[in-house]
């Protein structure tokens, strides 16, 4: 896990954030009519989109765990940057900020806590269920 894998996915992030409120609201409105619900392929398509909801949730989950190991002011700046998408922030302090963000999420990587892939140039992180004996 390198700065530039972590640069790709946070700029990703405000997507899947996106995307997962939309399939959100797709979700809801499907399952408010009977009728569609009795067409044949909407249990697949609500599946799908539960699954497309679930990914986006996972990727915030894992942000979130990794800014809580981060100290409160490198937390701060990513979280107003990425989850609040707000502008006007130094460059130098986000740099640094990224900087430790993916060291943290290399030693989460390396600890086995979690994986990543990368699918058509998203990066995307998936946490590891660890079996119990």
Excluded at 49 to 58: D, L, P, Q, T, V
Excluded at 110 to 118: E, F, H, S
Excluded at 122 to 133: C, F, G, L, S
């Amino acid at each position: 896990m390198n700065t530039q894998l972590v640069h790709n996915w946070l700029n990703h992030l405000g997507g899947y954030r996106a995307s997962r409120a939309i399939n959100e609201r797709r979700l809801t409105y499907r399952m408010s009519y009977i009728q569609d619900a009795k067409r044949p392929g909407t249990r697949r398509e609500q599946e799908r989109i539960c699954h497309a909801i679930s990914r986006a949730k996972e990727q915030e989950m894992i942000f979130q765990e990794a800014c809580a190991r981060l100290p409160v002011p490198y937390r701060e700046v990513l979280n107003k940057r990425y989850l609040q998408d707000t502008r006007g922030i130094e460059l130098d302090v986000i740099s640094d900020a990224v900087d430790a963000l993916a060291l943290v999420l290399q030693a989460m990587e390396q600890a086995g806590t979690i994986q990543y892939r990368i699918v058509e140039g998203y990066v995307i992180m998936h946490r590891v269920h660890q079996r119990t004996a």
